[in-house]
T-cell receptor, first 114, second 115 residues
Framework: DAGVTQSPTHLIKTRGQQVTLRCSPKSGHDTVSWYQQALGQGPQFIFQ???????QRGNFPDRFSGHQFPNYSSELNVNALLLGDSALYLC?????????????FGPGTRLTVT | AQKVTQAQTEISVVEKEDVTLDCVYE???????LFWYKQPPSGELVFLIRRNSFDEQNEISGRYSWNFQKSTSSFNFTITASQVVDSAVYFC????????????FGSGTRLSIRP
C-alpha cells in the first residue's frame, strides 16, 4: 500500500520564478493538505483540498495556489518566488470525509530559492 | 486562538536514560485532537499518536508513553530507556473543531541520544 508520495525531492529556483510541486495521496484518501516547514520550525498549514476545491486556507499570500485532480492528486504552485519561500513543503492526506485529521505525511519537497 | 508550545528547544541525554518532552496547548474548543509526530533527519513526519479531548487515559506503546492532562492543558511524551534511534525532532500538534482538519504544530523539540 503506497503512502503519500511527493515530487520532486529537491528543487532549486531563482527569485521571481514559479514552481509546481506534486503530491499523490495515500490509497483510499481523498483529502490533501499542504504545509510549509521553514528550517528549525514546525510545519505551517498552507491549504487543504477536498473534492477538487480549496476547503481551508492558512495565512499564506495568493502567490500560493493549488489544485486537486479527479484522482485526488494535488499540486502546489508558488509564483514570484522569494528567498523566504525556501523550505520543506509537506503534503498530507486524510481519509474520505474524515474530520479526524489523522494525516499521513509525504517525504516532502525541499525548495531552495536563490 | 489555537497554540501549541514546546518550551524545550533541544534535549540531549545518554542512551538508556528516560526523557520527557513537554507540550502545552491552547484552544477554546471542547472537541480537539492532540498529536505527536517524529521527524528524523530524512525529513518525513512520522505519526506517533493521536488523542481526542474526551479521552484522558494515558497511553503506553512499548517504550513510549503519553500523559494527557486537560487540567493543565498538557500532553507530555516520555521515552523510556532511550536509544540512539530515538534521535529526531519531535512535534506536538493540535487540531480543534474551529480549525477543522488543519493541524497546528509546535516548534518542535530536538532530541539527541548520545551513545
Amino acid at each position: 500500500d503506497a503512502g503519500v508520495t511527493q515530487s520532486p525531492t529537491h528543487l532549486i529556483k531563482t527569485r521571481g520564478q514559479q514552481v509546481t510541486l506534486r503530491c499523490s495521496p495515500k490509497s483510499g484518501h481523498d483529502t490533501v493538505s499542504w504545509y510549509q516547514q521553514a528550517l528549525g520550525q514546525g510545519p505551517q498549514f498552507i491549504f487543504q483540498y477536498y473534492e477538487e476545491e480549496e476547503r481551508q486556507r492558512g495565512n499564506f499570500p495568493d502567490r500560493f495556489s493549488g489544485h486537486q485532480f479527479p484522482n485526488y492528486s494535488s499540486e502546489l504552485n508558488v509564483n514570484a518566488l522569494l528567498l523566504g519561500d525556501s523550505a520543506l513543503y509537506l503534503c498530507a492526506s486524510s481519509p474520505r470525509g474524515s474530520f479526524v485529521p489523522e494525516q499521513y505525511f509525504g517525504p516532502g519537497t525541499r525548495l531552495t530559492v536563490t | 486562538a489555537q497554540k501549541v508550545t514546546q518550551a524545550q528547544t533541544e534535549i540531549s541525554v545518554v542512551e538508556k536514560e528516560d526523557v520527557t518532552l513537554d507540550c502545552v496547548y491552547e484552544t477554546r474548543d471542547t472537541t480537539y485532537y492532540l498529536f505527536w509526530y517524529k521527524q528524523p533527519p530524512s525529513g518525513e513526519l512520522v505519526f506517533l499518536i493521536r488523542r481526542n479531548s474526551f479521552d484522558e487515559q494515558n497511553e503506553i506503546s512499548g517504550r513510549y508513553s503519553w500523559n494527557f492532562q486537560k487540567s493543565t492543558s498538557s500532553f507530555n511524551f516520555t521515552i523510556t530507556a532511550s536509544q540512539v534511534v530515538d534521535s529526531a525532532v519531535y512535534f506536538c500538534a493540535l487540531s480543534d473543531y474551529s480549525s477543522a482538519s488543519k493541524i497546528i504544530f509546535g516548534s518542535g523539540t530536538r532530541l539527541s541520544i548520545r551513545p
